[in-house]
């Protein structure tokens, strides 16, 4: 019952906290990263403003 009371909190930080990001950039951090080894190239970062 501990495990649930301490999951449920950071689950839903989670949530809070991808929605924030990916609303902002248009990758993750470990994807951003694994593109960038992938294509030997820096992928633009930021997410368009349209």
Same mark, same amino acid.
Do not use: H
């Given at each position: ?5 301490? =999951? ?8 809070? %906290? ?5 609303? +902002?950039?248009?990758?993750?951090? =470990? ?8 294509? %030997? ?5 930021? +997410?368009?403003?349209?």
């Amino acid at each position: 019952m501990v495990a649930v009371l301490v =999951a449920v909190p950071i689950f839903l930080v989670q949530l809070l %906290a991808s929605a924030w990001w990916l609303g +902002r950039y248009r990758y993750g951090p =470990a994807e951003f990263c694994l593109r960038a080894v992938t294509n %030997a190239t820096v992928p633009t970062w930021r +997410r368009d403003p349209s």
